[in-house]
């Protein structure tokens, strides 16, 4: 018999793996205006991700969908202890939206409309950070209910996960930037992408050295089989990849950059699932104790496997037609 819930929980996480990568470098642009004064030069930055950043967010959408019909349980008990970093996140969301558009209308104000992209790009990543990390320390919960404080979620960890967010998603911009520029404007993001990749290397090792001494279950689960065979090569891909990627930058490649801190996102998200795995709400409560009734789940599917082929061909299209590289003096796509 097919297994739903495994089905379900493979697309969930596929959307969330693609809303991370897409919509990480989007944010990343705006972590990365700070470090860019010339505002001609903050054109092309935004230039290169215009056409495709609101496309970016559709991965998003399709993830609370698709939890909200497959593990209606995870909706309800996850949103009721990360209320507020969901909130504040979305808020962020809103306010970067509505700066990136208003800013290719301004003049006089044009410097202003740049302190709320960046404000607003920041204060997205690092709330994302903090959600992935309340949720990796576990989620209180008495006969599935949410059973833990308003501000469970605010700890050291959550905070240094949120930082951790940002730098990650500054490293993937950075990259993207690499791919889509040239002359001076690149020349700075290879200078910057190798302090980028050096502090995602030793945010990656602090989280690894952390979170088994701080979740005992965790640390069961990593040193016990079939997991341990699984985890075994994650630091070592690591390391590779980071060595891979400094080298890039040192060649000044083009698009190597980007691919291995991609390759970097990909390993930490398979370090993720590993460390939780069956468990969808952490520590206790499995996909399959959280699932929706069958019916239920089968008849989202049939949707889901409808829509997400269209999304995934126009997402493809878009990034296929805008392709070319962005400079100083092109009209932009507004």
Request: charged share 10%; with cysteine; net charge neutral.
């Amino acid at each position: 018999m097919i297994d739903l819930s495994l089905i379900w929980i493979a697309i969930i996480g596929f959307g969330v793996l693609v809303y991370v990568v897409l919509d990480g470098f989007d944010l990343g642009i705006g972590i990365l205006f700070p470090f860019v004064k010339d505002s001609r030069e903050r054109d092309v930055m935004m230039n290169t991700v215009a056409p495709v950043w609101d496309g970016n967010e559709t991965w998003m959408v399709l993830g609370g969908a698709g939890l909200f019909a497959a593990f209606p349980l995870v909706y309800a008990t996850v949103l009721s202890a990360l209320y507020m970093p969901i909130i504040l996140m979305l808020v962020a969301l809103i306010f970067r939206g509505v700066a990136f558009e208003f800013r290719f209308k301004a003049n006089r104000t044009r410097h202003l409309w740049d302190k709320a992209f960046i404000c607003g790009s920041i204060c997205a990543s690092f709330f994302q950070g903090v959600i992935l990390g309340a949720y990796i320390q576990g989620i209180k919960t008495v006969n599935g209910v949410y059973a833990g404080g308003g501000l469970d979620w605010l700890t050291p960890f959550s905070v240094f996960t949120g930082v951790g967010v940002v730098v990650l998603y500054a490293a993937l911009g950075c990259g993207w930037l690499i791919f889509k520029t040239d002359h001076e404007l690149q020349q700075q993001m290879y200078r910057l992408m190798s302090k980028l990749i050096i502090a995602v290397f030793i945010i990656f090792g602090l989280v690894s050295l952390y979170t088994p001494f701080a979740h005992p279950e965790i640390a069961n689960r990593w040193f016990s089989q079939p997991q341990l065979t699984y985890f075994l090569p994650v630091p070592i891909l690591v390391v590779i990849f980071t060595i891979l990627a400094l080298r890039a930058c040192k060649l000044q490649k083009e698009l190597s950059p980007f691919i291995y801190t991609l390759g970097l996102v990909f390993l930490a998200y398979t370090g993720f699932i590993i460390s939780l795995w069956p468990y969808v709400i952490p520590p206790s409560i499995t996909i399959w104790d959280a699932a929706a009734p069958a019916n239920s789940q089968l008849f989202a599917l049939i949707g889901a496997l409808i829509l997400i082929p269209i999304i995934l061909m126009y997402t493809a299209f878009s990034y296929w037609i805008f392709k070319d590289k962005v400079r100083i003096g092109d009209e932009g796509y507004h």
